[in-house]
Each structure stands twice: as C-alpha cells, then as structure tokens.
C-alpha cells in the first residue's frame, strides 16, 4: 500500500534547485505529497520535462523550470516564474553541488576551486539573495551539504570543504533572516545516487560504506526527504541555525 504523508505544506510554496533526480527529486516529491506547490529545476529540460510528468502523475502541483544554479539569468527567471505562478515563496532548498575533481587540495587546478565554490557556495547564496524578497514569514531555507563537511573524505577534500562552508553559511544566514525565516541544513551519510556513483559502481566499497554506519544501510533519498520535511515544517519551528546529519550514525560529531 502506498505511504501516506501529512499535509504539513497545504499552501505552502517550495523551490528545490537539482530536483529533477536523487536527493532534490525525492525531496520535490515528498514536499508536494505533504501539500505544497513545488518548483522543481535543473539544466536540462528533458529532465525538468520528465520531473514535471512524474511528479503530476502523483498528483503533486508542481512547476518545471531550466535552472542551472551558477547561471543569474536562470536564476532570475526560476523565481520570477515562480512567483506568477504562485505568488510567494515558503521554502526553498539548496541542492545543487558538483564534485568535478578526486585531486588532493595541493594538487587541483584553479578552474576546479572556482568550479567547486561557484556551484556548491556562491550559487547557494545567490539562490537564496533572489528568493529573498518573496520569502514569507514563517519561511524557511535549507542547505544540504554532507556528513563530508566534518571530516572531509581524501578523495573528495575539496568537495568537502565546500560543504564545511555551507554549515558557517547555515549559521550565519539564520542570524541575518531571523526571526522570519528560519535556515538549517542537512548533512547526508552515503546515499546511492548517480552523482555517488562509486557506491553503486563498487560492491567492495558499498559495503565497506555499508559497515561504516550503525543502521548497516546506505541511505534513501526518501530519506534525506523526509528529514528536510521536517526542518521545513512547522514541526521545526523553533530549529534554526542547525545542521542535521542524516547518516545512519557514520561518525560527524559529537
Ligand atoms: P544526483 O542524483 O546526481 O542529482 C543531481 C541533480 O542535480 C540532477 O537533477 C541534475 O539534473 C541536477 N544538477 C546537477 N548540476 C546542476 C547545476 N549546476 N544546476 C542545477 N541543477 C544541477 O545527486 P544527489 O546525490 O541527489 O545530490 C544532491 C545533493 O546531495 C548534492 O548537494 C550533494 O552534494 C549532496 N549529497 C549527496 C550525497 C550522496 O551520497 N548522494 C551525500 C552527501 C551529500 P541536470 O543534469 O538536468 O542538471
């Protein structure tokens, strides 16, 4: 049977940059069957196309919009589309992230840095300036960044410390939008993705990963939906400033 959720979002309109697969879809998805409207975006229309058409066969109110995030004028039409549709903005989640390179930090090129911090930092910013003047009172905002950010992995460092920045930005963008708009963050563990793809690829390193958490399960990107459902919601109204590690107990922090 299939699940039923909530309807914490009834009226509620939420944007989700990298949503047309993975973790931004499953969020996509899980937002709108709790109520709201759902914006979803990535770069290539075919895969808005498809987003939109499986999303409205689930009976979700969802717009499609050809975004990619380091792109200002994509940006720019993401919101101005949303807001003749809907009018307003509730939520909005930074997904978008690249992860271009496996070099050491001593060794990668410029090109890769301003590649990693443009998509993963500055956009996550950028997004967030042009949502700003939309967002409503009780609005939320959330990043998602990685376990990674902790401790970052040698073969993804650079990638990781991008999403170290993005738990400073958590922090200092909750200070900045309080107390109308609350901003968290979500730190997923390893979850089977085509952007992780050396999970999937690697059966050793599926379940050398596998062993590494305490639940002895990769995650779902359900998931990772569910937990930003609940920093989003009303149910987390008094969380801001946060990060969330949604790992299945891998080591992060105390
Ligand atoms: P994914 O399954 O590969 O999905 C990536 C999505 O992003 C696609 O819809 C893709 O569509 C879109 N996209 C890629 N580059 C984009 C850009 N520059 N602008 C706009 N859209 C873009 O990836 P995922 O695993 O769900 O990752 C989502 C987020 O979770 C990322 O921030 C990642 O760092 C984080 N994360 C993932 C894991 C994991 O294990 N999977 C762990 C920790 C953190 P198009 O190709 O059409 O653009």
Redesign the pocket.
């Known amino acids: 049977m299939e699940k039923q959720f909530g309807k914490r979002f009834e009226g509620k309109v939420a944007i989700i940059?990298?949503?047309?697969?993975?973790?931004?879809?499953s969020i996509a998805e899980r937002l709108g069957l709790e109520g709201a409207s759902v914006v979803v975006?990535?770069?290539?229309q075919k895969?808005?196309d498809e987003a939109v058409e499986q999303l409205k066969a689930r009976g979700i109110e969802v717009l499609g919009v050809v975004?990619?995030?380091?792109n200002g004028l994509q940006r720019k039409n993401l919101i101005d589309e949303t807001i003749q549709k809907y009018g307003k903005i509730d939520v909005i989640v930074s997904?978008?992230?690249?992860?271009p390179s496996a070099d050491p930090i001593l060794e990668i090129k410029e090109s890769v840095l301003d590649k990693l911090w443009e998509?993963?930092v500055k956009s996550s910013i950028l997004i967030v300036q042009d949502a700003a003047p939309h967002l409503q009172k009780g609005s939320s905002v959330i990043f998602?960044?990685?376990?990674?950010a902790y401790q970052p992995q040698a073969s993804m460092a650079m990638?990781g410390v991008t999403?170290t920045a993005l738990l400073g930005l958590t922090k200092a963008l909750a200070t900045e939008m309080a107390p109308d708009t609350r901003v968290n963050c979500i730190?997923?563990?390893?979850?089977?993705?085509?952007?992780?793809d050396y999970?999937t690829k690697n059966d050793a390193v599926r379940k050398a990963i596998m062993e590494k958490t305490l639940l002895n399960r990769l995650?779902t990107?359900e998931d990772?939906a569910a937990a930003t459902a609940f920093l989003a919601s009303s149910d987390a109204s008094y969380i801001t400033g946060e990060t969330l590690v949604v790992a299945g107990g891998i080591p992060s922090r105390l």
Do not use: D, E, L
């Open positions: 940059t990298a949503s047309t697969q993975g973790i931004g879809f975006s990535s770069r290539k895969n808005v975004c990619h995030v380091s997904n978008a992230a690249a992860n998509i993963n998602i960044s990685s376990a990674g990638y999403k730190a997923p563990g390893f979850v089977p993705t085509n952007f992780a999970i995650g990107t990772m």
